[in-house]
């Protein structure tokens, strides 16, 4: 029930396309999704989160849509640039004030070619 | 303003050396983490401090101990070093923001256990 399931676990990308990336949990305590970026010799860092109370969030060629009822939610990033190259993290936490810790998903290395 | 800061950033250690990884932060933030990330893994919480004095087990807390120094300093202690403890090391401290709440990550120790 602790689990945040993945996918794909790699994605190439033309320049210009769009980048999807998915995930799925169980524990319907969760009530904040985090996806973090990383590159290559560097520590994640967080790029773009959400709560249940809304269906989706943009933030820039970001964007995090929420299916509460699916237990699922996913990363779009339009208009992908070879500058997203990067391994990207989704997460999920329990209630703020709880110390609930972030679980995350395994990562899906995303390659976007010029 | 460095954020969080980890040494050192390459270690090999030969199977039964024991070593220190240091993890400082100085954004005054109660929450402090060690993970590690394997390939294929995402990342996997070994302990984590939710206020100076306190300290937790995480998912995969075997073969580690540690130490809440102060506010700023979360140290990792590999007592006996095993080959199956190769990895990359992050730790991470977190804004407790109810709005925010993101945890921010050190750029990662890489050890190498022959």
């Known amino acids: 029930q602790q689990q945040v399931k993945q996918s794909p676990q790699s994605l190439i990308v033309q320049k210009g396309g769009i980048s999807i990336i998915n995930c799925a949990y169980e524990?319907?305590?969760?009530?904040?999704f985090p996806w973090y970026q990383q590159f290559p010799g560097k520590g994640p860092a967080l790029l773009i989160a959400?709560?249940?109370?809304?269906s989706e969030k943009k933030e820039g060629r970001f964007t995090i849509s929420f299916n509460k009822s699916a237990k699922q939610f996913s990363l779009h990033i339009m208009d992908s640039q070879p500058g997203d190259s990067a391994t990207y993290f989704c997460?999920?936490?329990?209630?703020?004030?709880?110390?609930?810790?972030?679980?995350f998903g395994k990562g899906t290395k995303l390659s976007v070619k010029p | 303003n460095a954020g969080v800061t980890q040494t050192p950033k390459f270690q090999v250690l030969k199977t039964g050396q024991s070593m220190t990884l240091q993890c400082a932060q100085d954004?005054?933030?109660?929450?402090m983490y060690w993970y590690r990330q394997d390939p294929g893994m995402g990342l996997r919480l070994i302990y984590y401090?939710?206020?100076?004095?306190?300290?937790d087990k995480g998912e995969v807390p075997n073969g580690y101990n540690v130490s809440r120094l102060n506010k700023r300093e979360f140290s990792l202690r590999l007592e006996s070093a095993a080959p199956s403890q190769t990895s990359v090391y992050f730790c991470?401290?977190?804004?407790?923001?109810?709005?925010?709440?993101?945890?921010?990550f050190g750029p990662g120790t890489r050890l190498t256990v022959l």
């Open positions: 997460a999920a936490k329990t209630k703020w004030g709880s110390q609930g810790n972030l679980i």
């Open positions: 959400i709560r249940p109370d809304v």
């Open positions: 401090s939710a206020s100076e004095g306190t300290t």
């Open positions: 991470a401290s977190r804004d407790g923001d109810r709005d925010t709440d993101t945890q921010y």
């Open positions: 524990n319907t305590a969760f009530d904040y």
């Open positions: 954004m005054n933030h109660n929450s």
